[in-house]
């Protein structure tokens, strides 16, 4: 096994038996976004894109734009094997997941473990998630591991086909990475878009908000933007109070533009001036 594949099972292990105090542990099987909003407002054809993981539909949008290099981050490390998972499921026309049948998967990574054509960067997360699933199973806990959201949008579910094969040898480069560490990020690319939902919502302090700009300006492109959205429920105080503190830590080096502002939803970017 590889050394991220034993770092991986020894931190599902922490989290199935309580042993993990990470907030940000758990996976959410789909977006509660309408990303069909914010797509339509962005021309991503040919362009550099890092995104958010986290359920991967930011990231299968990305493809589905027409992004030319689509890389990927996330605090949670367990969202890349996620993504295989997911992709696994689509492949066997799951789409519905707000709750998730282990046995059902159970038996669709069987399936894909006597494929001749697995990749190899597949198999490690065959062997993880044909591990942690009789976990699961065993200690029916599923609700230690994922957030289950129902995504009543189905934001490319009409796409479904194309998507597939957009994936279908697809090995999107992940960073396991924290926003908010003072580590720099090292992608060797710079992007035309950084796409973060709604991490923000996580993070209004400024001390913290300073160093994601920090960490993230390096990575952008002239006149590139970090794509943003606030999601209204999670917000306790008036939205526009947040975005007054945002936009003003922002203004220095961005210039804030909405992209949408329907009932639920807020979406946003800050475009880096020339």
Not at 48 to 62: C, G
Not at 139 to 152: D, G, M, P, R, V
Not at 173 to 194: A, G, H, Q
Not at 221 to 233: A, D, F
Request: with cysteine.
């Amino acid at each position: 096994m590889s050394r991220q594949l034993v770092n991986d099972i020894k931190y599902v292990n922490s989290i199935l038996h309580n042993e993990c105090n990470d907030k940000f542990r758990k996976i959410y099987t789909c977006t509660n976004e309408n990303l069909s909003i914010l797509f339509d407002k962005i021309d991503l054809t040919n362009k550099n894109v890092f995104t958010v993981l986290s359920s991967s539909d930011y990231l299968y949008m990305a493809y589905l734009s027409g992004a030319e290099i689509i890389d990927c981050f996330d605090i949670n490390p367990l969202t890349y094997r996620y993504y295989y998972l997911r992709k696994w499921l689509l492949k066997n026309n799951i789409t519905d997941i707000g709750m998730l049948d282990m046995k059902n998967i159970n038996n669709i990574i069987n399936t894909v473990l006597c494929n001749s054509e697995t990749s190899e960067y597949e198999k490690d997360s065959l062997i993880f998630w044909k591990y942690v699933i009789s976990k699961l199973i065993q200690l029916n806990c599923e609700k230690s591991l994922f957030i289950f959201n129902y995504n009543l949008f189905n934001c490319y579910y009409n796409n479904l086909e194309k998507l597939l094969s957009l994936i279908a040898s697809s090995v999107p480069r992940f960073y396991n990475i924290n926003l908010c560490d003072s580590t720099k990020i090292d992608t060797n690319v710079t992007y035309d878009f950084i796409f973060l939902s709604n991490i923000l919502d996580y993070y209004r302090k400024q001390e913290y908000l300073e160093i994601i700009i920090k960490n993230l300006q390096p990575l952008l492109k002239e006149n590139g933007s970090i794509v943003c959205s606030h999601i209204k429920q999670f917000v306790n105080e008036d939205l526009s109070k947040v975005l007054e503190l945002e936009k003003s830590i922002f203004s220095n080096q961005f210039e804030y533009l909405p992209l949408d502002n329907n009932d639920s939803i807020h979406y946003y970017h800050y475009v880096r001036k020339l």
